[in-house]
T-cell receptor
């Protein structure tokens, strides 16, 4: 596709449930990033993939959060036992490589935990 | 650790007014600095960037100069348009890998006709 695609655009789930958020990066982009944006805040880094491997997952808040990118393209962010505090917009971005290269962002998935 | 502090919003201007959105940063090493913009209903887009001290980034009439002595990267535009209404984020990346962006909280700009 022309840009980074994230699905679903909105997700409402009950506290304690499991959710998966999907990101389709721009074709050919080897680097992929997940960020979380809470209301009134700027995006906060969660995890960075270079190819299939998670090069830096230091931003994941706890072990309920996990992300995969098995074939080096599509990535899935997985959240177990969701809590109300997980409610936020989850942003995905991709770039040609690491360094000061432009990162292209998707429109995000708005997750609401009720 | 790295941090970015940007001007609290919201900012409301009339068309053709001068815009400044202040941004200061704290970082280790020599960061790259960015301004991202988010138009209503769209994803974050890179507006401009500067990778070393005294560099000036510019795009769409917006400018920002990397000032190492004041650790600042203020965004300016001489004459704003209604279509500039958006949320603006200052950001930096630093460290050897230079991939992880640290964002400010964002500033909502509304331009009235």
């Amino acid at each position: 596709g022309a840009g980074v695609s994230q699905t679903p655009s909105n997700k409402v789930t009950e506290k304690g449930k499991y959710v998966e958020l999907r990101c389709d990066p721009i074709s050919g982009h080897t680097a992929l990033y997940w960020y979380r944006q809470s209301l009134g805040q700027g995006p906060e880094f969660l995890i960075y993939f270079q190819g299939t491997g998670a090069a830096d997952d230091s931003g994941l808040p706890n072990d309920r959060f996990f992300a995969v990118r098995p074939e080096g393209s599509v990535s899935t962010l997985k959240i177990q036992r969701t809590e109300r505090g997980d409610s936020a917009v989850y942003l995905c971005a991709s770039s040609l490589g690491q360094g000061a290269t432009e990162a292209f962002f998707g429109q995000g998935t708005r997750l609401t935990v009720v | 650790g790295n941090s970015v502090t940007q001007m609290e919003g919201p900012v409301t201007l009339s068309e053709e007014a001068f815009l400044t959105i202040n941004c200061t940063y704290t970082a280790t090493g020599y960061p790259s600095l960015f301004w991202y913009v988010q138009y209503p209903g769209e994803g974050l887009q890179l507006l401009l960037k500067a990778t070393k001290a005294d560099d000036k980034g510019s795009n769409k009439g917006f400018e920002a100069t990397y000032r190492k002595e004041t650790t600042s990267f203020h965004l300016e535009k001489g004459s704003v348009q209604v279509s500039d209404s958006a949320v603006y984020f200052c950001a930096l990346s630093s460290g050897g890998s230079n991939y992880k962006l640290t964002f400010g909280k964002g500033t909502l700009l509304t331009v009235n006709p």
